[in-house]
């Protein structure tokens, strides 16, 4: 299983139970209610959750968990559910395709527009840049909309 987890951070830079933990502690959902919401059965859901499946099969999932996690901070997540439960994320969400090496740092910009403001983005990429991580600094210029060498 151990294997398996680090083959989930390599596909989704986390694991599937910490991105799926975090938009149940967000939207107040248990995991049958999640697993309605993005499309799958429970069983499946608890399957990437605990490590025995690597990853979401179907693009259609892993879209609307990316939509989920972007609108969570929006202030009505009763809708937001309902939008995205019955939302084909292939034409709602550019990020509507199972994560690959090619896309991958599009999918990293897009989690991380979910998890702080630009503002906040703007300050971790100085920060970095002065770390000399400047490959990171880069990603998060990128994220927050901003274009720096």
Known sequence: MDN??????????TTLAER?????QSYALSQRSLAKVLGISAP????????????????????????????ATEADREAVLREVESADP?????SA???REGNA?????????????LSVLRQMADR????G???????????????RG
């Open 128 to 131: 970095a840049r002065e770390l």
């Open 90 to 94: 292939a034409t709602a969400t550019q």
């Open 20 to 24: 799926f933990g975090s938009v149940m």
């Open 44 to 71: 499946m859901l608890s399957q990437l959750i605990g490590g025995r499946r690597i990853k979401i099969g179907n693009p259609a999932v892993y879209g609307r968990l990316v939509m989920l996690e972007a609108r």
């Open 133 to 147: 991580a400047v490959p990171l600094a880069r990603l998060l210029d990128e994220t927050a909309g901003h274009d």
């Open 97 to 99: 395709v199972e994560p």
């Open 4 to 13: 398996t987890i680090e083959q989930q951070r390599a596909i989704y830079g």
């Open 105 to 117: 740092r599009q999918v990293s910009v897009d989690y991380l527009r979910g998890l702080a403001d």
